[in-house]
């Protein structure tokens, strides 16, 4: 997007959706470029300008569910948001690679926590 690069994707998943961080679009017309090595079915890029809340309840009731089996589970609040943070001061937001890369970091975050909590 404009150069910026979001990320990889594939249309069967798991990553089907890209991030566009706010700096990286311009007032008026933007340049998306997409590579696509395989048979495109449809070949429309849609934007949204927000998260779908019915992502956000689904998640937070499976959290909610999850915290009572494993309390330690509550620390994915803020290991993402501290992810969050550093990628907004550091890189302007989320691109698709930082996405997948928060993923690995918060499980790695949360085994260790799980690992520590058993111990005590």
Do not use: K
Not at 9 to 29: I, S
Not at 42 to 48: G, I, L
Not at 80 to 108: F, K, M, P
Request: one cysteine or more; glycine letters at 10%.
């Amino acid at each position: 997007m404009n150069g910026f690069f979001l990320g990889r994707y594939w249309r069967n998943g798991p990553q089907r959706t890209l991030y566009v961080p706010e700096p990286v679009t311009r007032a008026g017309a933007n340049s998306l470029v997409v590579l696509e090595l395989e048979q495109v079915v449809d070949p429309v890029a849609r934007f949204v300008e927000h998260v779908r809340i019915s992502h956000i309840v689904g998640w937070s009731v499976l959290l909610a569910a999850s915290a009572v089996a494993v309390p330690a589970i509550l620390l994915v609040l803020p290991l993402i948001g501290l992810w969050g943070l550093w990628l907004r001061r550091t890189l302007g937001g989320v691109s698709g690679d930082c996405h997948g890369a928060g993923i690995e970091l918060v499980e790695t975050g949360l085994l260790v926590a799980i690992l520590v909590l058993r111990h005590l």
